[in-house]
């Protein structure tokens, strides 16, 4: 489920230029609305049960505390007015909770490109010993029709079987998905 995750993060990093416009614009819905993202982040990724969340949960804990005062001395710096020593902390805590989305998202990506190595040496065996079918659509059907064809070449068996214990169905779908449009494609 992995490929869900990320692309729940995707979609939330997708929505922070507005967040980021409203700041340089001086709206004052900055913060009430960086608020709410992350707290859209926090129920989105809460059923990943990824560590993740929580630390989205304490970034939006502190932006709240920035309602009462609360600085890092190494962010302001010199003289300011309050509202603009808040605007200036919650853009950097909205910056450290898109950092910690990123590196989430890079994990999974990384983590995923080994599997894809996999997937492709086994498409690269299978095609070998029979042509992969060609479709007009990459349906699900059709990835579930691939995946069982990957099976039947005998050197494929091992990595087969490795890859349908590691990887869950949507994520090896996912994968093989990519893979497949990328091949049909050229």
Known sequence: MLAVVREQIVEQLMGLPAIVDQYLSHDSHFVG???????ETEEKLQSSRLPITSEIS??????????EGYTEPEVVTGQRSSRKT?????????????????????????????????????????????????????????????????????????????????????DRRYLLQDLLHHLLKS
Not at 33 to 39: A, E, G, K, P, S
Not at 58 to 67: E, N
């Open 33 to 39: 609305n960086t608020l709410r993202w992350m707290r």
């Open 58 to 67: 304490t970034l939006r804990g502190l932006v709240a505390a920035t309602d």
């Open 86 to 170: 808040r605007r200036v902390m919650v853009m950097h805590l909205l910056r450290k909770a898109e950092q910690a989305l990123r590196e989430q998202a890079t994990q999974i990506d990384r983590e995923f490109d080994d599997f894809k190595d996999k997937l492709s040496q086994l498409l690269a065996v299978s095609s070998s010993k029979k042509a992969i079918p060609a479709s007009k659509a990459i349906d699900t059907l059709y990835i579930d029709k691939i995946w069982e064809l990957l099976k039947e070449a005998p050197e494929n068996k091992n990595l087969y079987f490795y890859i349908q214990a590691r990887l869950s169905e949507t």
